[in-house]
């Protein structure tokens, strides 16, 4: 599948384009959704039958365009699969194939201006009418309007609100309702008010809308009732016992939306090296000679921006490989581990993509910020991927949270003379996650249960955050050590280099906290510097052929530093691609 969606994403029609008005790009990106769909490179049905399809779908649609994946997200991951796994039979008879073909484009109605991160304290209601055998979705205040709705502003039929469940006068907690909001002609239907958010500062493709609800009546068939049924006299039978389960049951396909953005942002990041290493392969300046015959790659500057970035994002990818495999194939007793991963991965994967283009975008100089260099758009997609689907530091509060409850410390040995060894960095990265939860898990003890909330919230932020952190570390980490150690072939040898400097760039990044600690020495310092410039030098020649690795075609990259860039400026190109052959 990735090999036939490489030669199709290369296609003319996907080539980007930059000086357009906000509604070109919005119909551009449900265009270029709209053919992936047409050739039915991705299905609903994928996460039930196929899961890794989906991700590797997310991260090669992400190098070509940022906006039109996140519509395709929504559409196939946070409405579809709400719908295929909250909904019943006739649910999916009436809507699977049409999200499939975007006959019925979809939202997710969860978020409210006033409840982010706290959406199970959302003011939104479905009451339900048993006179009329309705439920009646109503937004009772400015604060409860549905916000940044992805494809409500111009595209979708449907939008799966979230909202209290209302029968009998008894609040049942957070259930989603199927809530019509425009007809086929794309006219919005009585009772919706569909506000536009306007221009962001990045994925403008992507029409994002406020949503409001004036007492819409939908028939109580449009429940998504997999886990709670509503009888015609309002009864309420459900296999979930606590409304708080019910709501974590509902909002479940946050977890593999995670995955998918995080799958966009490797895409991202490997898209950003590919440009980055081969312009700086290319692109000479002053020499020994003082004359420009001296690739920029060749400096030490540009080697130790770019040659640890490469490294980790070798090493993120396989750790996210795990995590999607985990995903794939988890069943009841793993689902809090499972859970851990998914959001330890998605702020890594999304912070890391964040730093990644922004040094690629500074090491290639004034010609990273031209937009048709790419950089800009993947620094949108890193800004939004930071807070979608969960923002990146309250996601890490929740792994430390899960993680402390269940912590019982990596196994470790104590510390040697010489750190250069795979073994003792990695030996290191468990050594500083044991100390981390420790030390968080005796600040929780110390402040008792009275005193819980406010040491949590206000005094051991960043106990907290260090502590999330150092495990989404260590699993990458541990992942990436034990693939390579499975590995046969000349490619271990590079692989291992690429391990080695992942690693000693993460003790390097810490080694502040390691001496202040007395976990290691100034010699130690010292050993892991000399590991870090040797490594970086010895990797850089193999640099181009590591971004190759990425299969990435240079019609999907279309930055043109990443090609015959000399060419690319002997016409007046107005900064586009279009006559760029």
């Known amino acids: 599948m990735r090999n036939r969606f490489r030669d199709f994403m290369s296609d003319s029609v996907m080539m980007p384009k930059y000086n357009i008005s906000l509604a070109e790009e919005r119909e551009l990106a449900l265009a270029r959704l709209q053919r992936i769909c047409d050739n039915k490179f991705i299905s609903v049905l994928d996460f039930r039958d196929n899961p890794l399809r989906i991700f590797a779908a997310h991260e090669l649609a992400a190098i070509i365009d940022p906006a039109m994946t996140t519509k395709m997200t929504v559409q196939f991951n946070l409405f579809g699969g709400t719908v295929l796994k909250l909904g019943t039979e006739r649910h999916h008879e009436k809507l699977l194939a049409g999200i499939d073909t975007l006959a019925d484009i979809g939202c997710f109605g969860l978020t409210e201006l006033g409840y982010g991160n706290n959406a199970v304290e959302m003011e939104s209601t479905a009451t339900f009418d048993p006179a009329t055998d309705e439920l009646v979705v109503n937004t009772p205040s400015p604060l409860a309007q549905k916000y940044w709705i992805t494809n409500g502003a111009l595209h979708a039929h449907h939008v799966v609100v979230f909202a209290h469940l209302i029968s009998n006068r008894v609040n049942h907690g957070i259930h989603a309702v199927l809530v019509p909001i425009r007809d086929k002609s794309l006219n919005v239907l009585p009772g919706v008010t569909v506000d536009e958010m306007g221009h962001k500062m990045g994925l403008n493709g992507v029409d994002n809308a406020k949503l409001t609800f004036d007492n819409v009546r939908v028939p109580r068939d449009n429940l998504l009732d997999r886990y709670s049924q509503l009888s015609a006299d309002g009864t309420l039978t459900s296999d979930i016992s606590s409304t708080r389960a019910r709501f974590l049951a509902v909002a479940d396909q946050l977890l593999s939306g995670r995955v998918c953005i995080a799958s966009m942002c490797m895409g991202g990041a490997k898209a950003s090296l590919a440009i980055a290493i081969k312009y700086s392969a290319t692109r000479l300046t002053v020499g020994k000679s003082g004359k420009s015959d001296a690739a920029i790659l060749s400096y030490q500057l540009q080697q130790h921006a770019l040659m640890p970035l490469l490294a980790r994002t070798f090493a993120l990818n396989v750790g996210l490989d795990y995590v999607k495999r985990e995903w794939a194939k988890q069943n009841t007793d793993d689902h809090q581990k499972v859970v851990a991963m998914c959001c330890a991965l998605k702020p890594i994967c999304s912070w890391h993509l964040e730093h990644l283009v922004t040094t690629c975008r500074e090491r290639c100089g004034g010609q990273g910020y031209l937009s048709s260099n790419r950089f800009g758009t993947f620094i949108g997609l890193a800004h939004a991927a930071m807070t979608a689907e969960g923002d990146n530091s309250v996601l890490i509060q929740k792994v430390a949270k899960e993680r402390l409850a269940l912590f019982k410390g990596n196994k470790v040995t104590e510390v040697g003379e010489d750190i250069t060894n795979t073994g003792a960095l990695l030996n290191l990265i468990r050594i500083q996650e044991n100390q981390l939860f420790r030390n968080l898990g005796n600040r929780m003890k110390a402040a008792g249960k009275e005193g819980l909330f406010e040491t949590w919230m206000y005094k051991e932020n960043e106990t907290i955050q260090a502590a999330g952190k150092s495990y989404g570390e260590r699993l990458i980490a541990e ?103």
């Open 479 to 581: 992942q990436f050590t034990e693939t390579v150690n499975n590995m046969e072939g000349d490619s271990k040898t590079t692989l291992q280099q690429l391990l080695d400097l992942h690693l000693a760039h993460q003790v390097k990044e810490n080694m502040s906290w390691f001496l202040t600690h007395q976990i290691l020495q100034p010699k130690h310092s010292e050993q892991v510097t000399d590991l870090y410039d040797e490594l970086c030098a010895n990797l850089t020649p193999q640099a181009l052929s590591l971004v190759e690795c990425f299969k990435i075609t240079d019609e999907m990259l279309s930055a043109p530093i990443a090609r015959d860039w000399v060419s690319f400026n002997e016409y007046d190109n107005a900064g586009e691609l279009d006559k760029y052959q």
